[in-house]
């Protein structure tokens, strides 16, 4: 067995296959941090790797909570204990910072909501930065928030499986880490080349776990009839990057929400033919109204008056800035645009231009999908169409059920099961950040808790 402490015994890496041994230096950190009154951030993980033949496990024992993810909530949570000087470790299965942001978002991308809603705790967004940034303004801010809380995640790990340890009241966190060429981390293992890659398990010890994977951890395709027929291309709107690859051709986006609305926005002026499919009613609202942003009115207004008048107040100004959407294929649920998003989750689609090219007949609203054909769509009522390639707009899932072992404070679908705002904490040490429904801004509310 080979143990070492990492900034005073903040972290405590331990290389041994013996629990008894692991349960020490767990106990020993529990107890170290149960008699500090301050505390600091412990260093990355070096060193405790696989040599000489043997098959060792690297067992880390934490005083303070593992967070779960490194994308806004993870951040946030990181940021919020940094300022209160508690030790923490962030986990991260991919190779950076927000991988959603990162690597499967489109490229004209920007927030939907003003900068002055979407900051992540103790840092403003610059006053530079336009009311609504980019994807590159945004991933350059949450780049500069890591660097100001001095956070270093600790990357190409994967969570295979986490547990609650009663007998030792600590919670168990088992991580796959790949390691090679495109590794950011320090040092490759003694025994893997620089241009090989290997594998490797880390287990993390510690009081606490912070679930902050968020509600977009994994792509929803459903289930189409016929798929396998169909000869042109089919992706995911999270491996969509821009229209320009579809210049030209006919393609249908399955799905109104934000993302489909957007994508057919793009693709459009693109010089793509764009069909949007919709299933159900959406809700559609301008981004703006009345020189003020709808997120902002509907804030200030909820202050004073009951969901339901909102709503109403909401469906009339939408209509005096959008006219009838129903007239145009996009029909309005029975429910209010609040309520239908307090009831089912599902969030009204902020316009940012995809109407306009609507009424205009540059993108066309078809019928839910019944099934895909050689070369198209057959849809409900009947019709068929030709398309060159298929998105679906389908949104995303949480992947919590996946690894999370032994705990019902989640439901199948992997969403707390108490509502907003009570879902962020559990039993036994469990928190949760980036379930609210409510995106960036419920994130950093939750963060600070």
């Known amino acids: 067995m080979h143990a070492y402490d990492m900034d005073s015994s903040r972290v405590t890496v331990v290389v041994s296959d013996d629990d008894v041994e ?53 951040l946030a949570v990181a940021a919020s204990l940094r300022v209160l000087s508690v030790p923490f470790v962030v986990v991260e299965r991919s190779e950076g910072l927000a991988e959603l942001w990162r690597t499967r978002t489109y490229d004209r991308l920007s927030l939907h909501l003003p900068k002055r809603f979407c900051h992540l705790p103790h840092l403003p967004f610059p006053r530079h930065f336009p009311t609504y940034p980019s994807k590159s303004y945004f991933l350059h801010y949450l780049h500069s928030y890591a660097s100001r809380f001095r956070l270093a995640p600790h990357f190409r790990r994967a969570v295979t499986h986490a547990r609650f340890d009663r007998a030792l009241s600590l ?50 395709v459903p289930e189409t009839k016929g798929r396998e027929l169909f000869t042109g291309r089919v992706v995911h709107s999270s491996e969509y990057r821009s229209g320009e690859e579809y210049s030209g051709g006919k393609v249908l986006v399955v799905g109104c929400g934000n993302s489909g609305m957007e994508i057919c926005l793009d693709l459009c002026e693109h010089g793509a033919m764009p069909f949007m499919s919709v299933r159900s009613g959406v809700h559609l609202l301008p981004r703006d109204m009345f020189g003020t942003s709808t997120f902002g009115l509907v804030t200030k207004l909820l202050q004073w008056l009951p969901i339901k008048l909102v ?18 294929g996009l029909k309005r649920p029975n429910l209010g645009p609040l309520e239908t998003k307090h009831i089912t989750g599902k969030t009204p689609v902020l316009d940012v231009g995809t109407l306009a090219l609507i009424k205009a007949g540059k993108i066309q ?73 409510r995106g960036l801004h419920g994130a950093g509310q939750d963060a600070v808790k």
Do not use: H
């Open 365 to 437: 609203i078809v019928r839910e999908v019944e099934s895909l054909t050689s070369n198209g769509a057959r849809f409900v009522d009947g019709s068929e169409k030709r398309f060159d390639a298929v998105i679906f707009a389908t949104g995303y899932k949480s992947n919590v059920p996946l690894w999370l072992q032994d705990c019902d404070f989640f439901t199948e679908d992997g969403k707390p099961k108490s509502p907003f705002p009570n879902g962020w904490k559990g039993e036994n040490g469990l928190y949760c950040v980036g379930f609210t429904g």
């Open 22 to 74: 692991v349960e020490k230096a767990a106990a020993a950190a529990a107890a170290a941090a149960a008699a500090r009154s301050s505390i600091t951030m412990p260093s990355p993980l070096q060193g405790g790797r696989k040599g000489d033949g043997d098959e060792k496990k690297v067992r880390v024992a934490v005083e303070g909570p593992i967070i779960v993810g490194a994308g806004p909530s993870g």
């Open 311 to 328: 709503d109403r107040i909401l469906l009339l100004a939408a209509k005096m800035v959008l006219g009838d959407t129903e007239k145009y």
């Open 171 to 220: 919670w168990r966190v088992t991580a796959l880490e790949r390691r090679g060429a495109a590794d950011p981390s320090p040092s490759p293992s003694p025994s893997s080349s620089s241009n090989s890659t290997s594998e490797e398990y880390v287990e993390y010890v510690a009081p606490w776990v912070v679930v902050a994977t968020g509600e977009n951890a994994e792509a929803v």
